[in-house]
C-alpha cells in the first residue's frame, strides 16, 4: 500500500517560548502574559472618557430636506472636517440608494458611505425577491435594525432617507443609536439651527418646485456662512414620481454675492488737494 510523505509539511521553527533553535535566544519570557500599567486615577470612567474624546475627530455638516407638494427636496454642503481643519471642500453627502431614494451623510463619512452602499445592495436584492420597489418606510427600518445591531460600538451616523414610493413621498431620520423618527423636514448637522432657522420661516407645502429648491439653497447657504464647519458647495436634489434629479449644486461663496451684491458707494463730494499759494 503505498505512503505518503508528509515530512516536508512538517517544520522546523521552534514554538514561542522556545529560544533553542536560536543561537543567541531571546531576551526575555515571551510566554509569560504581558504587563502594563495601570493609569494612576480615582475616576477610571471619567479618564477612558476624556481618553476616547482626546483621539475623536469633531465633524460638521449641514444637511436638509423636506416634503413639499410635489415630492422631496433634499440638499446638503460639501465640506469635511476634522476638527478645525478642513480636509476636503467636495465631498459628495447626498447618496443614491436607488433611482427614487436618496440618503443624506452627517457623521462619519465612513460610516454613512458604507451603511448607504449596503442599504442599496439590500434594497435591490428585496427588488429582485419580491418584483417590486422597497418603500421608502421600509427601507429606512431595516437600516435602524442594522444600526441598532451595532449601537455602543462607535458607529457615528445620522442620516435622512427621503424618496418616493406607492404612497407617494417619504422622509424618516436614522441615527447609528437606531433612532427613527418620521416627519416632513429634517436638518441634520452642526449647521442644522441655522438652517432651521430659514425653513421654518420660508417653508410652505404648496411651493413649486423652483421655490422649495430655492429655500433649500437659501437655508444651506446661510447654514455655511454661520457655520464654521460647512461650507463648500451646495448641492439641491429633487425626488419626484419620476425618481431623483440633481437641481443644482452652487458654490456657496458665489450665492454670497448672490444674495448680498456688492453696490458700489457713490462719493457725496471729493477731496482735491489745495496748491500753496
Known amino acids: 500500500m503505498r505512503q505518503l510523505d508528509f515530512s516536508s509539511l512538517q517544520t522546523t521553527a521552534p514554538l514561542l517560548g522556545d529560544s533553542s533553535g536560536f543561537s543567541g535566544g531571546f531576551p526575555g519570557d515571551f510566554s509569560a502574559a504581558p504587563s502594563f500599567e495601570v493609569p494612576v486615577t480615582d475616576d477610571f470612567d471619567g479618564f477612558q472618557k476624556e481618553a476616547r474624546d482626546m483621539v475623536k475627530s469633531k465633524k460638521g455638516t449641514t444637511t436638509l430636506a423636506f416634503i413639499f407638494k410635489d415630492g422631496v427636496m433634499v440638499a446638503a454642503d460639501s465640506r469635511a472636517s476634522m476638527g478645525g481643519y478642513i480636509s476636503s471642500q467636495s465631498v459628495k453627502k447626498i447618496i443614491e440608494i436607488n433611482p427614487y431614494m436618496l440618503g443624506t451623510m452627517a457623521g462619519g463619512a465612513a460610516d454613512c458611505q458604507f451603511w448607504h452602499r449596503n442599504l442599496g445592495i439590500k434594497c435591490r436584492l428585496h427588488e429582485l425577491a419580491n418584483k417590486h420597489r422597497i418603500s421608502v418606510t421600509g427601507a429606512s427600518k431595516l437600516l435602524a435594525n442594522i444600526l441598532y445591531s451595532y449601537r455602543g460600538m462607535g458607529l457615528s451616523v445620522g442620516t435622512m432617507i427621503a424618496g418616493w414610493d406607492e404612497t407617494g413621498p417619504g422622509l424618516y431620520y436614522v441615527d447609528s443609536e437606531g433612532g427613527r423618527l418620521k416627519g416632513m423636514r429634517f436638518s441634520v448637522g452642526s449647521g442644522s439651527p441655522y438652517a432651521y432657522g430659514v425653513l421654518d420661516n420660508g417653508y410652505r407645502y404648496d411651493m413649486s418646485v423652483e421655490e422649495a429648491s430655492e429655500l ?15 461650507g463648500g458647495v451646495a448641492s439641491v436634489y429633487h425626488v419626484g414620481p419620476n425618481g431623483w434629479k440633481k437641481l443644482s449644486g452652487d458654490d456657496v461663496g458665489e450665492l ?20 500753496a499759494a
Not at 216 to 223: G, S, T
Open 256 to 275: 454670497h454675492y448672490e444674495y448680498y451684491p456688492v453696490t458700489p458707494e457713490t462719493v457725496e463730494q471729493e477731496m482735491v488737494e489745495v496748491g
Open 216 to 230: 433649500a439653497r437659501r437655508a444651506i447657504y446661510h447654514a455655511t456662512f454661520r457655520d464654521g464647519a460647512s
